[in-house]
């Protein structure tokens, strides 16, 4: 017994040519839907993973007895200053 997709299910010998299937009897529905609504549950996912497994506040200031940050973070300053001057006239490119 098969049926045409496009029409509405029916008993036997009562089959309505003109009455369309209701929206959810279409799987393109289903697959549009389908995209987004897993979009947003995985989103949920996301921020209940993150929520459960914050990582732990780091504290700037230094363990007494250790060095002082401001020896191990120099490279990275002379670098970011060294970057953000302006070319010296007569320096070598």
Known sequence: MSTSPH?????????DPKRPLPWWRFGMVWLV???PALVVAAGFVTMAIAYRHAD???????????APLAGATAPALQARNHAATPPQPGAVR
């Open 7 to 15: 029409l509405s299910p029916a008993p036997a010998g009562q089959v």
């Open 56 to 66: 732990a506040v780091v504290v700037e200031a230094p363990a007494p007895g250790t």
């Open 33 to 35: 839907v389908s995209g």
